[in-house]
């Protein structure tokens, strides 16, 4: 860092991020990442990290990445549900960053599930 533009360029960056990953309202879709240490121990920080990233990216304001504890499904980590108001919560399994790329243009920007990632899915 050489100059104070620098430095503020760096904080605009990291506040961005803490809007996506900020809990502001009940009224757009919140994604939430199961953050135990079974999810962590899976891979859940680099799923959540890629969900931020993206929805940053897109700028989609309407939208809330959170983590969480337990979600009590350990054999599925890294585990994350997505909860649209007036929907029912989808719940994706076994995540990667790659795959919550795709939750984000397909479930988040254009309202259509991920069905082959769901917990549903994986019971068949």
Known sequence: ?????ELKAIRDKAREKMTVRDASG??????????????????A????NAFVDEVA?????????TQTGCIGMCQYEPIV???VPGQEKVTYA??????????VVDHL???????????G???K
Do not use: D, F, W
């Open 26 to 43: 009940e009224e757009g879709i919140r994604v939430v990442v199961g953050m135990a240490t079974c999810g962590i121990a899976a891979g």
């Open 57 to 65: 990216k897109r700028h989609l304001p309407n939208v809330t990445v």
């Open 94 to 103: 076994k995540m990667t960053p790659e795959k919550a790329a795709r939750v």
């Open 45 to 48: 920080r680099p799923v959540l």
């Open 121 to 123: 899915s994986m019971l």
């Open 81 to 83: 549900e997505v909860l």
């Open 109 to 119: 920007v254009n309202g259509n599930a991920v069905a082959e990632y769901t917990v």
């Open 1 to 5: 860092m050489k100059s104070i533009e």
